[in-house]
């Protein structure tokens, strides 16, 4: 009986969990359409470009990547590029991908941030991706980094090699 009744109430939680999701997508995808414009000013955010997927029979998610324009004039001084995720931020259980460069005295200059839908090759490479429409949008200039800074993730890898 206790069994039945557990499997019960986890159904029940999935299907508001799922429900609650489609709202949040549909809050956070407006958003995104709202705030994709190239701005005038140098440090306002905009996001670079965001997917999605919301339906009955199917998983949804959202990804977005968030920049500056000056943030984003950056990465084409140099050859590499550092990329990592984080859950000590996190959007509905979305991670947050941030990629930047450091520069000679070792200081970390971020370039943009992503929240994707995990932390799969498909989600790295779509922060690379993003990063590079930003860059070559910007400085009107083919950007194209050598190295990659990043710790054993085969997705970063895979991520960057199908970007670049």
Request: charged content about 30%; some cysteine; glycine content about 6%.
């Amino acid at each position: 009986m206790y069994d039945k009744l557990r499997s019960y109430l986890d159904r029940e939680r999935q299907k508001l969990v799922k429900e609650k999701s489609k709202k949040d997508i549909g809050a956070v995808l407006g958003w995104c359409e709202g705030n994709d414009k190239l701005p005038v000013e140098m440090d306002i955010p905009f996001v670079v470009s965001y997917e999605y997927e919301a339906g009955v029979e199917k998983d949804n998610f959202i990804r977005f990547f968030i920049s500056t324009k000056r943030l984003l004039s950056i990465p084409n001084r140099v050859k590499h590029l550092h990329a990592d995720a984080t859950y000590k931020l996190i959007f509905e259980g979305y991670p947050v991908m941030i990629v930047g460069i450091t520069d000679k005295k070792r200081k970390f200059h971020p370039c943009g941030l992503a929240i994707t839908k995990t932390e799969a090759n498909e989600d790295y490479a779509f922060l690379f991706k993003s990063l590079k429409k930003g860059v070559e949008l910007i400085t009107k200039q083919k950007y194209e980094p050598v190295y990659l800074v990043a710790d054993c993730a085969s997705a970063i890898t895979n991520g960057f090699s199908e970007a670049f």
